[in-house]
């Protein structure tokens, strides 16, 4: 068989095993990445490149090594799961780094964590003054967990007793230049409103609009695939009168 035939036919096969596999992990590998978990990752990516393209050795017993790695990391997962020493042992504890405003030498000393280490995530937190931490909490991840003290946490609606308008995630009504009907319904607009919308603003045709969404507050965001300055458009009964731009 033509080599070139073998690598695309042996890739497809380490491919297709590598997306079931990693299907069946959730998304616990994404979004909770540790070390032990980078390692992993990076230890079965060589095995299934190794697949695709030694062909000295036959493909069989590498898709068996690489089916066991995978293997190994899901009852590793289920194993996290139901068993917390388990857990700790694989993943560690969270720990505090600073409290009250003091840095726990010690701890940071048992996780090789360093001042420099932590002023540089205080900063990514927008924290540049030390004395204003209440707590500062290491992730088993390496990110960094800020709590501040009272006196220094920012002002929101409910200390001063308002209350704001409905939050809600924004729909796309055109995408792309093509109308998202489905999401006309969710977001209680009409086709017809729609277009007489577009017309207001001097749009002919729906192809023109590269996206356009609608908000909680029934405004509606428009941007043409043309360099024109996209607006905000309020529903009422005339809408061209509420434009800002």
Request: proline share 3%; aromatic share 8%; net charge neutral.
């Amino acid at each position: 068989m033509n080599e070139s035939l073998v690598v695309v036919v042996r890739g497809l096969m380490a491919f297709f095993t590598l997306l079931i596999m990693t299907r069946a992990f959730g998304k616990q590998q994404v979004a909770q990445l540790d070390f032990f978990e980078y390692v992993l990752g990076i230890s079965i990516g060589s095995i299934a490149a190794t697949l695709t393209t030694d062909l000295s050795t036959k493909a069989f017993p590498q898709w068996v090594g690489l089916a066991t790695w995978v293997g190994a990391v899901l009852v590793l997962q289920k194993a996290n799961v139901k068993w917390r020493a388990v857990s700790k042992y694989f993943n560690g504890e969270p720990a505090i780094v600073v409290m009250d405003g003091k840095i726990m030498e010690k701890t940071m000393r048992r996780l090789r964590y360093t001042a420099s280490d932590l002023l540089t995530q205080l900063r990514l937190k927008d924290v540049f003054d030390l004395s204003q931490v209440a707590y500062a909490v290491l992730e088993t991840n390496g990110q960094l967990a800020v709590l501040l003290k009272p006196e220094y946490q920012p002002v929101v609606r409910k200390d001063m007793n308002l209350v704001g308008p409905p939050e809600a995630v924004t729909v796309e009504l055109i995408f792309n230049g093509v109308i998202v009907e489905p999401n006309l319904q969710q977001a209680g607009v009409s086709q017809e409103w729609l277009l007489q919308q577009l017309r207001g603003q001097g749009i002919q045709d729906v192809s023109e609009v590269f996206l356009a969404t609608i908000n909680a507050q029934k405004q509606l965001y428009i941007d043409l695939y043309k360099d024109k300055i996209a607006d905000w458009v309020d529903i009422d009964d005339e809408p061209q009168k509420r434009v800002r731009v």
